[in-house]
């Protein structure tokens, strides 16, 4: 039985207390003595030259401290981007400037022209009014194939092309993959969109610069998923500020999904405005600003082809995909649609020949970046339709077209033909469990009491893979990123034994505070209660980058096991003088100290109180105090898999789609609060749903946003499902972190999408709409009436 | 939003009156207009406010008509019409969401007439008479395309008279993002005859279905309809449904409407 608030405990969230009260103190909760706010005059078209800009008039308007345009940021680098892919051809990527203010062109609906400060928010933007900005229209490359066109319109002047980066993987392998198309008995191809998304947390994003010139500090509170790589990026590379004179502070934090990793020009542009003002300045996102300024997600259009021998076993995956750079390169852009997308095309299978092309394309719109999940969404969507549609075409049970071919349990460690090495895993497993938990065997008799009724019913299944934990920093160097991926933790034990944990985590929905406390109330036998879990302050945690790619348990959580591992046996040490004992006699349990095979003891705050008033206490040996970092960097990533299942009805005179029913059973590695990971998985399908039925970003030929509010974006709402059926009982614990865990909190949005098309398409065939293969996400009423009407 | 000056008049008579300077519009609920204003899409120079104007406000009946004061909250009719006329207060009660409701009211919706919303379909499929300071205008006579009306500069609707049917339904599809209707019917059956009036699928904002009148008027039954079908021509064609998808979606919900009110 687990302790009531250790590992395995679904301990309710400590940190909702302030959250559901309306008591979190966001960023835009921060306002400062004297502080001023700005407001960004925006492009409100695509692509365009910009010949003249009078701001004038705006500078002398009521209330206005400064209007600022590129020529103030002269001396400040561009927003840098934080990996280098190199191309087929071993050459790096083309990389373009990504201005803090437009210099000479805008570049999409949204870029940022010029900013005024002013005493309010009002005057600034009736100021921002004011400026006139003499722009000449060029013609903007929307659609990524006509971007590659020869003579089309260059997004970056400077490049050659548009063409980003052509990038081949494995490119060794291209000629056998070839190879084995030819001696397939039968090859399945698919042509597809995965649809773009924007982000939409709850919190628009907030950035507030304060500078003090006594001290020459500055401080940037914002919304960032990792406020050190935020510190990095903006000191080193953008406005030259060297760390210690800055920090970077994101407090409560409404909602990422990867759209606050990156770093923001709003936020370069503030820490730099409060020292040339002499004034804090702040910035608050409306929600219209979010969609044209907030990184997107996903926007691949791919091809790809499976190769079979006779017997049904896949020979070879060969994929042709063009990614959404949008107009500059977003902090992790590049990384998205190659090493977090072509490293996942083994999926869960034995496919012994992969051959991923990639082209990545600069266009007129919003930087595209990671979305939860992050490529590998998109892999696992192509692959998994990809799969259906060959069970449809060869006339074979799509559940036993993927047991032919999965890796089995036997074969792990499995060294997969596209880099990655997965180390444990059983797919007919969390299979089975899905299909009893959905129960599939008299599946058939409700599709015949929706008929009844006039309704088309279809199951849809898929299976994912997903390399998280983000990842081995040796690794990444390799591959391209321009950091490390460790993370780090500070365990202060106080004198009187409570406990400070200061993580390079941050949690912005995740619920840290309540996981990680039960990690280490665990592992020393204190209560929970006497641990809190600090984070998101660079000038309190130690170095560490974050969280995104469901990472922080795994790497996050496994700094934290280290550093409390060096804190117990500091403790023990201590403990052993006290109890006059070897330290290797002295044994920790229920956070006692004791001598084995006595009844000799010393409690934990014995011990606590002995290191930080050392008057009994071992000082040659020992130093005082009790306080322990340690960095964690993980061997491999994590790879947690799963198998989904997803009922729906179909209305066939309206299209519409109603999930019935959607079952997830989820190999996550050990788990420390059930709870918290039933929650993650609900709202990763949430937003894997939304991308399947509801959400999309749309831009027209002209590259403005058709879908900019929530008039057209539709959002997925609490009254679209009817609840999830939720599993993780058929665990493999990874095998290479202390925990045992792998990361659940991208998961759903990567599993989700293919199975609810591929209910819809089960329907659709059930009921004779055989020509219809595939339908492109969202699946709209109007897109399926459409399909189904052709 | 811009500054602009607020009034707030307790009678109709000031309600004109301060509606007179042509700096000033009339606000009701405030459902598309105060976003509009964040938006800074429209800066007015004084607001003036319907919504303390207590002879604007109520729903009574008049022999058989249905009168609902023009400043009456979606909420108030739901509740108010569900014994006389219950086939409006069904579509008041499904207007936007509980806050939608308890601010937008029927005389702002008609006067903004967006080819979306729902109620100019039951002031049309009723043949209401909307009621103005100055006059009285049929409903086939208000409606003159997306976003416009009969209503001169400065005239305000207080009320609108709908006579009351013996049966009647509104049958909504709803647009996925906003959940404005992708397409709405509203059906309603008379002893002189039965009217249709569609919502959200014609450039045109809301249309009479005449053959679909005329079909069910002699059998008032959703099999009537069959082999009746609306031109895709001049239907909205947007992000989320072509004109040939609105032009169907009118016959499905038509006879939904019809299937429900009988």
């Known amino acids: 039985m687990p302790k009531d608030d250790g590992i395995g405990a679904s301990v309710k969230r400590r940190e909702d207390n302030r959250f559901l009260t309306g008591n979190g103190r966001y960023t835009d909760d921060i306002n400062l003595r004297g502080q001023a706010y700005v407001h960004f005059l925006r492009s409100d078209v695509a692509h365009g030259r910009i010949k003249a800009i009078d701001s004038s008039a705006a500078g002398s308007m009521p209330g206005v401290l400064k209007v600022f345009t590129s020529a103030d940021f002269a001396s400040a680098g561009g927003i840098p981007c934080g990996w280098q892919v190199t191309d087929r051809h071993g050459q790096p990527m083309q990389e373009p400037k990504h201005p803090i203010l437009a210099e000479g062109k805008v570049r999409h609906v949204g870029d940022p022209i010029a900013a005024v400060v002013a005493e309010t928010y009002e005057q600034a933007r009736d100021a921002a009014e004011a400026i006139e900005v003499d722009i000449e229209d060029l013609e903007p490359v929307i659609d990524m194939k006509a971007a590659l066109a020869e003579g089309a319109p260059k997004v970056h002047d400077d490049l050659s092309s548009n063409l980003c980066y052509d990038w081949g993987f494995v490119e060794e392998n291209k000629d056998a993959v070839n190879a084995a198309f030819g001696n397939a008995a039968h090859v399945v191809s698919l042509e597809l969109t995965n649809n773009r998304l924007v982000a939409n947390p709850m919190e628009p994003r907030v950035a507030v610069g304060d500078y003090d010139p006594w001290g020459d500090m500055h401080t940037l509170y914002t919304t960032s998923q990792n406020p050190h790589v935020i510190r990095l990026l903006m000191g080193a590379f953008v406005l030259s500020i060297p760390e210690h004179k800055l920090r970077v502070v994101a407090p409560d934090v409404g909602g990422g999904f990867g759209s606050k990793i990156y770093h923001y020009a709003e936020e370069a542009f503030c820490t730099h405005a409060a020292k040339v003002l002499k004034r804090p300045v702040k910035w608050t996102s409306s929600r219209s600003e979010a969609f044209i300024s907030d990184a997107h997600g996903r926007d691949h259009k791919t091809k790809i082809e499976l190769a079979l021998d006779a017997d049904h076993n896949f020979t070879a995956i060969r994929t042709e995909t063009y990614a959404n750079m949008g107009a500059y390169l977003s902090t992790f852009a590049p990384s998205i649609p190659t090493w977090l997308h072509g490293t996942l095309m083994a999926g869960n299978y034995k496919t012994p020949l992969i051959y991923v092309n990639v082209k990545a394309v600069f266009t007129n719109t919003v930087p595209v970046d990671a979305y939860r999940g992050a490529g590998r969404p998109e892999a696992t969507f192509q692959l998994e339709r990809l799969i259906d549609k060959a069970a449809r075409q060869l006339g074979v049970d799509p559940i036993e077209l993927r047991r032919r071919n999965f890796i089995q349990p036997d074969q792990f460690p499995y060294q997969t033909p596209v880099a990655v090495v997965y180390d444990t895993g059983n797919y007919d497993a969390t299979l089975d469990k899905m299909l009893e938990l959905a129960d599939y065997a008299s599946f058939d008799k409700r599709a015949e009491e929706s008929k009844a009724r006039g309704k088309l019913r279809g199951f849809g299944i898929a299976h994912y893979i997903e390399a998280c934990g983000i990842a081995p920093s040796n690794l990444v160097g390799q591959l391209g990123a321009r950091a490390g991926l460790y993370e780090s933790a500070t365990i202060r034990v106080n004198a009187t034994g409570s406990i400070s944990v200061y993580t390079g985590s941050h949690s912005h929905g995740q619920g840290h505070e309540t996981t990680f406390a039960q990690v280490v109330a665990e592992m020393i036998g204190v209560d929970a209660d006497s641990i809190h879990i600090h984070h998101g302050d660079t000038s309190n945690t130690p170095m560490g980058m974050g969280t995104y790619g469901s990472r922080s348990l795994a790497v996050g959580g496994s700094a934290i096991v280290k550093a409390t591992n060096k804190v117990i046996d500091k403790a023990r040490k201590i403990a052993a003088h006290l109890l006059e004992a070897a330290p290797e006699d002295i044994e920790l349990k229920d956070g006692k100290f004791s001598v084995a095979g006595t009844d000799k003891s010393v409690d934990w705050s014995g011990v606590t109180l002995a290191a930080y008033v050392p008057h009994n206490y071992p000082l040659e040996d020992l130093e005082p105090g009790l306080e322990e970092t340690a960095f964690y960097d993980p061997s491999n990533f994590t790879y947690p898999a799963g198998a989904y299942g997803c009922e729906i009805e179909l209305d066939p005179e309206t299209g519409k789609i109603d999930i019935l029913r959607f079952v997830a059973a989820d190999d996550f590695g050990n788990v420390v609060n059930p709870m918290i990971v039933e929650g993650q998985v609900h709202g990763g399908l949430a937003q894997g749903i939304g991308q399947a039925l509801l959400e999309n970003c749309v831009y027209d030929e002209n590259g403005q946003l058709l879908s900019g509010s929530y008039m057209d974006y539709a959002m997925p709402r609490a009254d679209d499902f009817r609840g999830f059926v939720v599993d993780h009982s058929c665990n493999t614990p990874c095998t290479h972190n202390p925990l045992g865990v792998k990361g659940c909190g991208e998961a759903g949005a990567i599993g989700s999408p293919p199975a609810v098309v591929n209910a819809a398409i089960d329907a659709l065939h059930r009921a004779g709409h055989t020509h219809i293969t595939h339908i492109d996400m969202p699946l709209t009423p109007s897109r399926v009436w459409s399909a189904m009407n052709r | ?262």
């Open chain 2, 1 to 262: 939003m811009h500054a602009f000056e607020f009034v707030k008049p307790s009678s109709i008579a000031d309600a004109v009156k301060a509606l007179a300077s042509g700096e000033a519009i009339p606000l009701s609920g405030g459902q598309t207009l105060i976003p509009s204003m964040k938006a800074r899409l429209n800066a007015p120079e004084v607001l003036v406010s319907l919504t303390g104007i207590a002879e604007m406000k109520g729903v009574c009946r008049d022999g058989d008509v249905l009168v609902v004061g023009a400043a009456t909250t979606h909420a108030e009719v739901a509740r108010a019409a569900a014994g006389d006329f219950p086939g409006l207060a069904g579509l008041a009660g499904k207007i936007g969401d509980p806050a939608v409701r308890s601010r937008g009211t029927i005389g702002g919706s008609l006067a903004n007439n967006d080819p979306s919303a729902c109620y100019p379909a039951a002031a049309l499929g009723t043949g209401a008479r909307i009621v103005t300071d100055r006059r009285e205008i049929a409903a086939d006579d208000f409606f003159q395309g997306m976003f416009t009306t009969a209503l001169k500069e400065g005239e305000v609707i207080t009320s609108v008279r709908l006579p009351i049917p013996e049966a009647s339904a509104y049958a909504k599809f709803l647009q996925p993002a906003s959940r404005f209707a992708l397409t709405g019917v509203f059906v309603a059956k008379y002893a002189a005859g039965v009217r249709v009036a569609v919502t959200g699928a014609s450039e045109g904002g809301v249309f009479r279905w005449a053959e679909a009148e005329a079909a069910l008027s002699s059998d008032f039954d959703s099999e009537a309809l069959s082999g009746l079908s609306v031109a895709a021509e001049g239907m909205i064609s947007d992000l989320h449904g072509t004109p040939e998808y609105r032009a169907h979606l009118v016959r499905v919900m038509t006879r939904r409407a019809v299937a429900a009110a009988s």
